[in-house]
């Protein structure tokens, strides 16, 4: 089983590292790109055997206690089959 986790900055914390790719691209002539918000993503392999729900309770924990800061990112975990 296979697990991705997406983290990304609140919308209401500001990201200077996405104003900053935002501006090169619209420097490189990529004018229609109005914004930029970058994160982070994980591809997380799971032990043969695990259940689908103890891997989504785990991966739950492990999202919000060490692959993000809940005080300022958001995140998503998908399971793949």
């Known amino acids: 089983m296979t697990a991705r986790v997406y983290v990304s900055m ?5 990201d200077p590292q996405g ?17 930029v918000r970058q994160g ?6 799971i032990a ?3 259940s689908r729900e103890t ?9 919000r206690d060490v692959l993000s800061n809940p005080v300022i990112e958001d995140y998503r975990v998908e399971i793949l089959d």
Do not use: D, W
Not at 10 to 14: A, E, I, N, Q
Not at 19 to 30: D, E, P, R, W, Y
């Open 40 to 45: 982070k993503y994980f591809e997380i392999g």
């Open 19 to 35: 104003k900053t790719i935002c501006s090169a691209l619209n420097g490189m002539g990529h004018r229609q790109i109005a914004a």
């Open 55 to 63: 891997a989504a309770q785990m991966l739950e924990e492990v999202a």
């Open 48 to 50: 043969e055997g695990a």
């Open 10 to 14: 609140k919308p209401t914390v500001l």
